[in-house]
């Protein structure tokens, strides 16, 4: 089993800054990727930003310029940098991880995801 736990989600006024981190545990073999997503009342789940285990990131145009991904690969531990904020950005954030297990000798693939932070913007 593999478990996302996610943190530094909370309250924020506009133009402030928040930092989340989720870190990933269990039967890992490795990670190939990590990325956020977050969803806000009444939308659907969008990409936030992803980030391989090269270090390559891909960014949603509407965080570019202000958030940044960051990989601890040796802690497994994926952080979100979130800078002027705006209230657009409220959402609850979701980790994800694309993991390979191996379990007799066989080897998997799958996606997972944390439970979820809030982030609200507002004053």
């Known amino acids: 089993q593999v478990q996302l736990v996610e943190s530094g989600g909370g309250l924020v006024q506009p133009g402030g800054s928040l930092r989340l981190s989720c870190a990933a545990s269990?039967?890992?073999?490795?990670?190939?990727?990590m990325g956020w997503y977050r969803q806000a009342p009444g939308n659907q789940r969008e990409l936030v930003a992803t980030?391989?285990?090269?270090?390559?990131?891909n960014y949603a145009d509407s965080v570019k310029g202000r958030f940044t991904i960051s990989r601890d690969n040796a802690k497994n531990t994926v952080y979100l940098q979130m800078n002027s904020l705006k209230p657009e950005d409220t959402a609850v954030y979701y980790c994800?991880?694309?993991?390979?297990?191996?379990?007799?000798?066989?080897?998997?693939?799958?996606?997972?995801w944390g439970q979820g932070t809030q982030v609200t913007v507002s004053s």
């Open positions: 994800n991880a694309n993991v390979i297990t191996t379990t007799g000798g066989r080897f998997y693939d799958n996606s997972h």
């Open positions: 269990g039967s890992i073999f490795s990670i190939i990727s």
């Open positions: 980030i391989t285990s090269g270090g390559s990131t």
